[in-house]
């Protein structure tokens, strides 16, 4: 079978979801899991923004986890929640199995996602 014949996929639909990424300040909420924290729950402060980032530090379940928080962003989008309120929206809910657990009063703001990335990943902030 030569290239030509391989089959080829493509997205027909994906569900709307926020912006990846800012230049503004964000507010953010760690992510836990039985004690461990796998990554950063963030929101923009001032436009339609919001992603997880995971800690490189949490391995796979980090990665994992990822995947549920697409998942809810985007139902948060469809729903009509602004990216603050899906930020808000599951603190203090019970853990999920994937996508961990948000204690509430937790949120924290940092000036830009680059600072947040580098804590995700164990750098120094710039």
């Known amino acids: 079978m ?10 027909t639909f994906s569900p709307e979801s926020y912006a990846r ?3 503004s300040a964000v507010r ?15 929101a923009s402060t001032t436009d339609e923004a919001a992603k997880y980032v ?3 530090d949490a391995g796979d379940a980090g990665v ?3 995947v549920a928080w697409v998942q809810r962003l985007r139902w948060a989008k469809a729903t009509g929640l602004t990216p603050l309120q899906a930020l808000r929206h599951w603190a203090g809910q019970p ?3 994937r996508a961990g657990r948000i204690d ?3 949120e924290r703001v940092l000036p ?14 710039r």
């Not at 030569?2 to 997205?11: A, C, K, V």
């Not at 830009?112 to 902030?125: M, N, T, V, Y």
């Open 2 to 11: 030569s290239r030509e014949d391989e089959p080829r996929f493509r997205t």
């Open 112 to 125: 830009s996602l680059r600072a947040l990335e580098d804590l995700a990943a164990d750098r120094p902030r």
């Open 28 to 42: 953010f909420v760690p992510v836990g899991m039985g004690g461990t924290v796998l990554g950063y729950l963030w």
């Open 54 to 56: 995971a800690r490189r």
């Open 95 to 97: 853990e999920d199995t």
């Open 104 to 106: 509430p009063d937790t």
């Open 64 to 66: 994992n986890a990822g």
């Open 21 to 23: 990424t800012t230049d």
